[in-house]
C-alpha cells in the first residue's frame, strides 16, 4: 500500500494569512482525503476529493488534485490560531485501509 | 452520536504486564480500524475488520499483539507481555465501509507508556 508525502514538514505562518500544504503519491487513487489533528487529540476527516474531481471546497478550505502530477494540495484561506495543527493525506488503493502520510505541522502565530 | 469510543485514555504500565485496549465504533459503521502513532514512524495500521470479521493483521508487530471484536459495538486490543518500545498512542477508527470511498472516525487515542 502506498503512503502520501507531505509537505511541508512544518509551516509557521501569521494569522490571517495562507496555509499551502501539499501531498505527493506514487501510484494511481481511487480518493483522497485529509484530516487534522490537534495536540493530544484523535484526527478528524476535512475533506474527501475523488480521483475525477479537480477542486473541492469546504469553508475556508480548499483541495485541489492533480492525477498527472500525482499530488494534492491543502489550502486554508484566512488562517486563525485555532487552525494549529497537523494535517495529513490519507490515501487507498482500491479497497485497502487508508496509508496515512507523516504529516505537516502548522502554526499559525497571532 | 458520541462518536468513537476508546478507554482508558491513558494507561501507564510496566514491562511484562498485559495491557487492553478498548473501543467502541460508531453505530453503524462496518468497518474498524486499530493504528498506532510514534514520533519516529507516524501512524501505522495494526489490524482492520469489516463486519467483526479480522481482516488483515500484517501490520501488528509481534505475537504479543491481538485484537478481537466480539460484535458490532466492541474491540479490543491487547499486548501481552507489554514492553517499552510497545509505548506510543493507539488510536480506533470507523468508518461505513473500507478503501478511501468513506472518511474515518477515529477516536480520541490511547497514550500508553510502558516503564
Known amino acids: 500500500s502506498q503512503q502520501g508525502e507531505e509537505d511541508p514538514q512544518a509551516l509557521s505562518i501569521q494569522e490571517g494569512e495562507n496555509a499551502t500544504m501539499n501531498c505527493s503519491y506514487k501510484?494511481?487513487?481511487?480518493?483522497l482525503q485529509w484530516y487534522r489533528q490537534n495536540s493530544g487529540r484523535g484526527l478528524v476527516h476535512l475533506i474527501l476529493?475523488?480521483?475525477?474531481?479537480r477542486e473541492k471546497h469546504s469553508g475556508r478550505l480548499r483541495v485541489t488534485l492533480d492525477t498527472s502530477k500525482k499530488s494534492s494540495s491543502l489550502l486554508i484561506t484566512a488562517s486563525r490560531a485555532a487552525d494549529t495543527a497537523s494535517y495529513f493525506c490519507a490515501l487507498s488503493s482500491g479497497n485497502t485501509p487508508l496509508v496515512f502520510g507523516k504529516g505537516t505541522r502548522l502554526s499559525v502565530i497571532a | 452520536d458520541a462518536g468513537v469510543i476508546q478507554s482508558p485514555r491513558h494507561e501507564v504500565t510496566e514491562m511484562g504486564q498485559e495491557v487492553t485496549l478498548r473501543c467502541k465504533p460508531i453505530?453503524?459503521?462496518?468497518?474498524l480500524f486499530w493504528y498506532r502513532q510514534t514520533m519516529m514512524r507516524g501512524l501505522e495500521l495494526l489490524i482492520y475488520f469489516n463486519n467483526n470479521v479480522p481482516i488483515d493483521d500484517s501490520g501488528m508487530p509481534e505475537d504479543r499483539f491481538s485484537a478481537k471484536m466480539p460484535n458490532a459495538s466492541f474491540s479490543t486490543l491487547k499486548i501481552q507481555p507489554s514492553e517499552p518500545r510497545d509505548s506510543a498512542v493507539y488510536f480506533c477508527?470507523?468508518?461505513?465501509?473500507?478503501?478511501?470511498?468513506?472518511?474515518?472516525?477515529f477516536g480520541s487515542g490511547t497514550r500508553l507508556t510502558v516503564v
Open positions: 453505530s453503524g459503521h462496518n468497518s
Open positions: 501510484t494511481s487513487i481511487n480518493n
Open positions: 477508527a470507523s468508518s461505513l465501509g473500507l478503501g478511501s470511498n468513506y472518511g474515518y472516525t
Open positions: 476529493i475523488r480521483s475525477n474531481e
